[in-house]
């Protein structure tokens, strides 16, 4: 079991309880649960797979929660949890999880107009019968019919984030198999995209027979959908579907283009091999019966005069007239990155402190953290008014006494109010090291009024970047309207930066505002927002959402020194 998966059965409980009315606390002690495995950095299964190791030993997890963990991943299930789903009717479930809607409202749309379905929701959404129930009118059935939408989509994709969980579990238990050569995950996954349909597993080996009934003993497999001699499709319990091949030798590097995708990408190759006179499929490149290559993806490219292109670039938009003009991209790294500018403590809704987090961030090689907790306005976060955000910035000078070889910047998240302007003073901002602006009420506002709001605090001296500029939540929320040409054209005006925030819920901005802003001339600042020193994890999804939007190690304002990105703020920074 992935620790998402465990992190959702959690989360499940959590809901049900909350649907049936249960205990504010309890259902909060569930919450917490799914929280903290979800942002552990370590996989709960192999801590328990090793005796020299126990779960307990991690921080945010007691004896209670261990054990539930323990019975969940050895039977598959909890107690609690088959009690509830006894008294729940199944079809409420899938209620529970459109958002906009949530266990407490689904509780009154079941009891107040028997509603135990998706379709019968949408129905009664549409006779505009949700709306009259006390409590909901017409700007939250309206939120729900979007929540519907959504939910359809999210029961089709996942996260990448996620995906990687699986594609690690699967390719482990693939090659425990002698029959496995080689093996590759392709398809969006391996393009990186921001959240995936389905897996696309490559094996070449001398016993598809023996690799395919591996694949069947994955212990996540529900149902084998189709299996036939060198191609085998299954759904996991998770409703996720995964596809294998196995593929000769010398055809894997064509298999491997073929099946990376994307298909728009696909079909510009296979004009371009059509008006060279070749032929190209995923067995190979040929010239009439020929072939004249396959077995790697270069050879694959080259055959073409095409370099291998990264497969974050595979989506037919610049690259192939990048190729041709000798001008592709030396895309950004992991490794380039020298800081992190985004993040919480416990001085706010962050579950680690300003040490451990400093100290984290040292020991992934990085110069300099900036600690930006909320502000006042974010009650819910305990944001911080002037008194607080001055109190934090005297530990962090001390801090800084004591550590040596990293810079903690003195930041603050501050929001961009819903009436416009800032949370906090200019003369309190005047005195951060960098300063991220954020919209997080006021997201229901016209796209004039956010803009106006962005803009306008993107205009304050003190304001160093705009922080996850969207707010969208991948397969949960839309973004918010917002005209992000006008907002990234000031931006660009002022010398201020736009965050990609790299939760892999969010990758906002995402990958084509990304290729937008560099157009613009506008510096990217790739931030983790980590809320616990797990949190720092996210950089990588961040890098691989820049490099999709083409983005090199230029183009990200944090692969520099503090004191060189500090220069390309505005003049009055
Ligand atoms: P997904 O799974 O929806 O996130 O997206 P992909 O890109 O993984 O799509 P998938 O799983 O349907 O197919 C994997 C790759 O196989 C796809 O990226 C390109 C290739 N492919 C699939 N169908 C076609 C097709 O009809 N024509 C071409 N040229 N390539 C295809
Ligand atoms: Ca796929
Ligand atoms: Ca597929
Ligand atoms: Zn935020």
Not at 70 to 81: D, E, I, Y
Not at 121 to 137: D, E, S
Not at 164 to 178: F, M, P
Request: aromatic fraction near 6%; glycine fraction near 6%; proline fraction near 4%.
């Amino acid at each position: 079991m992935t620790n998402s998966e465990i992190a959702a059965v959690f989360e499940q409980v959590a809901d049900l309880l909350d649907f049936q009315g249960s205990n504010p606390f309890r259902v909060r002690a569930y919450r917490n649960a799914a929280r903290t495995i979800r942002e552990l950095s370590r996989s709960v299964t192999d801590i328990l797979d090793d005796p020299q190791q126990s779960l307990t030993d991690i921080e945010g997890i007691g004896k209670d929660l261990a054990e539930k963990i323990a019975t969940l991943v050895s039977t598959g299930t909890l107690p609690l949890l088959e009690e509830l789903l006894a008294q729940v009717p199944e079809s409420v479930l899938a209620m529970l999880r459109v958002p906009g809607l949530g266990p407490k409202r689904a509780a009154q749309l079941y009891h107040e107009l028997k509603v135990t379905t998706l379709d019968e929701l949408r129905a009664a959404c549409q006779a505009h019968k949700v709306q009259a129930l006390k409590g909901f009118g017409p700007k939250i059935e309206a939120a729900i019919l979007q929540g519907l939408s959504i939910a359809d989509q999210a029961q089709r994709r996942i996260l990448w984030a996620e995906a990687d969980e699986h594609v690690q579990e699967i390719a482990a238990h693939l090659r425990k198999s002698l029959a496995v050569e080689q093996l590759q995950a392709a398809g969006s996954y391996r393009r990186r995209k921001d959240t995936v349909g389905d897996l696309d597993f490559l094996v070449v080996s001398p016993s598809p027979e023996k690799v395919m009934d591996q694949f069947a003993h994955y212990s996540g497999v529900a149902e084998v959908l189709a299996r036939g001699s060198t191609k085998m499709s299954v759904r996991l319990s998770t409703g996720l579907q995964v596809d294998l091949r196995i593929v000769p030798e010398e055809s894997f590097g064509a298999a491997l283009q073929y099946f990376t995708g994307s298909k728009e990408h696909n079909i510009v190759l296979r004009n371009r091999a059509k008006a060279k006179g070749l032929k190209i499929n995923e067995y190979g490149v040929f010239r009439g019966e020929q072939m004249i290559a396959g077995r790697t993806e270069e050879e694959v490219y080259g055959a073409l005069d095409l370099p291998c292109f990264p497969p974050e670039l595979r989506e037919a938009r610049q690259e192939f007239h990048w190729a041709d003009a000798g001008q592709l991209p030396e895309l950004i790294e992991l490794d380039d990155i020298r800081g992190d500018l985004h993040l919480h403590t416990t001085w706010t809704d962050g579950m680690d402190t300003l040490e451990q987090m400093a100290a984290a961030a040292q020991q992934r090689g990085w110069q300099y953290i900036a600690v930006t907790d909320h502000s006042r306005r974010v009650t819910m976060a305990n944001g911080l008014d002037p008194a607080r955000l001055r109190q934090q910035w005297a530990e962090i000078d001390q801090l800084s006494k004591r550590l040596k070889g990293i810079t903690i910047l003195k930041g603050v998240e501050v929001d961009i109010l819903e009436r416009g302007g800032l949370d906090l003073p200019d003369d309190v901002l005047a005195e951060a090291d960098w300063v991220l602006a954020s919209v997080h009420y006021g997201q229901n506002q016209t796209r004039e009024q956010i803009t106006r709001r962005v803009i306008d605090a993107l205009r304050n001296p003190y304001v160093s970047a705009l922080a996850h500029p969207t707010g969208r939540m991948l397969l949960r929320r839309e973004p918010y309207q917002i005209d992000l040409e006008a907002v990234m054209k000031v931006a660009a005006e002022e010398g201020k930066m736009l965050e990609l925030n790299a939760h892999p819920m969010r990758l906002d901005l995402d990958d084509l505002a990304c290729a937008a802003a560099k157009a613009l001339g506008v510096q990217i600042v790739i931030s983790t927002d980590a809320h616990a020193t797990s949190g720092f994890e996210a950089m990588r999804y961040g890098v691989q959402q820049a490099r999709r939007g083409g983005l090199t190690k230029d183009d990200v304002a944090n692969t520099r020194s503090w004191p060189q990105l500090k220069k390309l703020l505005g003049r009055k920074r």
